[in-house]
């Protein structure tokens, strides 16, 4: 390793235990984490419930997974309206994120542009 790796390496460490300024570029970090996280959580959990929707419906037309619930004389057409369900709810997921993340960045744009403009005049 020669004597700029070290130097770099050294540098990185260091920086990882010196205490951070509250400064704009943090606060830039912080505003758009809060603009993306509510909508990127919303469509993990919403589309991993209707992923799991859709399933229980194909299990139920698939499988003889019907017998065991009791239902083995409608386990086709039930199967098959309980996954369309959870198809459109996958397909819907996708606007519904976007709708919310787009009232998130419309409810915080103003002070993320000030900022952004003021980072990128410094230099």
Do not use: H, W
């Not at 369900?85 to 994120?97: C, E, F, Q, S």
């Not at 919310?100 to 993320?112: A, D, V």
């Amino acid at each position: 390793m020669n004597r700029n790796d070290k130097k770099f390496t050294a540098e990185s460490i260091r920086s990882q235990y010196m205490p951070r300024e509250a400064g704009d570029l943090e606060e830039l970090r912080a505003l758009d984490k809060k603009v993306k996280t509510p909508a990127n959580v919303f469509a993990y959990i919403f589309g991993s419930i209707s992923a799991i929707i859709m399933g229980s419906g194909m299990s139920l037309v698939m499988t003889n997974i019907a017998d065991t619930l009791g239902i083995s004389a409608n386990a086709m057409p039930i199967g098959i309206v309980i996954g369309c369900i959870g198809l459109v709810l996958a397909i819907v997921n996708y606007p519904i994120y976007n709708a919310i993340l787009n009232s998130r960045k419309k409810k915080f744009s103003k002070r993320i542009i000030e900022l952004s403009n003021k980072i990128v005049n410094e230099d």
